[in-house]
């Protein structure tokens, strides 16, 4: 099981010490480092910038909004990008949820996630593999474009830049069974929202397809890329209260009540009334009673917080399942010491 460091993306302003924890991620033999965004900082420019200051980590998105951009427009920037770091960029793409799309983006959610995530995904391979001009008659994306309120002199283009891998990984932000085992078929990985050591039959059947997808060799490589926030302390439920910060605004915020994927999977796996008991304390704006309802138990099995030794113990969990990378959310440089040395 590799290591990454995934830094999310900025609060109010840039975390001074992001680049400083990808330099010692590098040094310390981690093999990527993540960025991602939601309605303030983009995933591109700071990945560029941490591209500039190390030599050997790998680089990926996660994750990238598709509805922040056309599918050519994210292949333009992960084409570039890889040439400017020597082929170390990993592309991570999710649609994100109605109320970003549609209250940040300005556009339509897509009434078939799928089909819209697998014509953005074609679109990419296309501008990637720069077989010839990019041509695809899609539901979401068609080029040329086609619709009635063009003007017709569309032409298929082919990108002017040689992509310098045309097998850059494109991974995939799946949280819906249907949409993972699609990102099975489709995409070179997954990068589970949550992920429980204690639960991997939750996604069983979702996964069921991965060594055919690969072509039947049986030998799988396929990522899969779950965060989780590491903390190495003697306080385990002061560690957990960042974790189940976070939980309380995804699953009572990042969404509808009617319509919210965080919830729904935070469901799935076990806790459907707690994960309604969030939404409705969030909603009705009582936000630290929503954070005081995360389960701790919840909060827990998808971190790794506590004592060195704690930790130590339930990394061995996180080994035992389909896990290929794990991507470390760590607030400090001795928690990214600690975790380098018990998966040496």
């Known amino acids: 099981m590799r290591l990454g460091l995934a830094l999310g993306y900025w609060g109010r302003g840039p975390d001074p010490r992001h680049v400083e924890l990808a330099v010692e991620a590098e040094r310390l ?16 420019t700071p990945l560029t910038w941490i591209a500039a ?14 509805a922040a951009r056309t599918p050519t427009a994210t292949a333009m920037h992960a084409l570039t990008l890889d040439h400017l770091s020597g082929g170390r960029m990993m592309l991570g793409l999710g649609l994100s949820g109605p109320q970003v799309v549609e209250g940040w983006y300005g556009r339509p959610f897509p009434k078939s996630p799928l089909t819209a995530t697998r014509e953005y995904v074609e679109v990419i391979r296309q501008v990637l593999r720069r077989e010839g001009p990019v041509e695809l008659d899609g539901r979401f994306h068609s080029h040329p474009y086609s619709g009635q309120d063009g003007t017709g002199l569309g032409k298929p283009l082919k990108p002017i830049t040689h992509p310098l891998r045309p097998g850059l990984p494109v991974l995939l ?22 992920w429980s050591p204690l639960r991997t039959d939750v996604h ?17 490589h396929f990522m899969v890329a779950p965060m989780a926030r590491a903390q190495v302390c003697e306080d385990v439920a002061e560690g957990l209260l960042p974790v189940k910060a976070m ?13 919210n994927f965080h ?29 005081d ?23 061995t969990l996180w080994r035992k399942g389909p896990v290929t990378d794990l991507l470390i959310t760590a607030p400090d440089l001795p928690t990214l010491r600690t975790l ?5």
């Open 247 to 259: 939980l309380g605004f995804y699953i009572g915020g990042m969404g509808h009540a009617a319509r």
């Open 53 to 66: 200051r190390t030599s050997r980590i790998q680089l990926g998105t996660a994750v990238a909004q598709m």
């Open 204 to 220: 069983e059947a979702s996964l069921a397809e991965v060594p055919e997808a690969r072509g039947g060799t049986g030998q799988c």
């Open 29 to 44: 033999g981690y093999d990527s480092v993540w960025t991602a965004e939601a309605w303030g900082s983009d995933a591109f």
């Open 263 to 291: 919830a729904d999977l935070m469901a799935r796996m076990g806790f459907e009334a707690e994960a309604r008991r969030i939404q409705q304390l969030f909603l009705e704006g009582r936000r630290a009673e929503a954070i």
């Open 173 to 194: 932000g799946a949280e819906g069974p249907k949409n993972i085992a699609q990102t099975t078929r489709i995409a070179d990985g997954w990068l589970p929202l949550y």
């Open 340 to 344: 380098a040395e018990l998966n040496a």
């Open 293 to 315: 309802a995360v389960p701790d138990a919840f909060a827990d099995e998808i971190s790794l917080v506590g004592p060195r030794e704690r930790i130590a113990e339930r990394l």
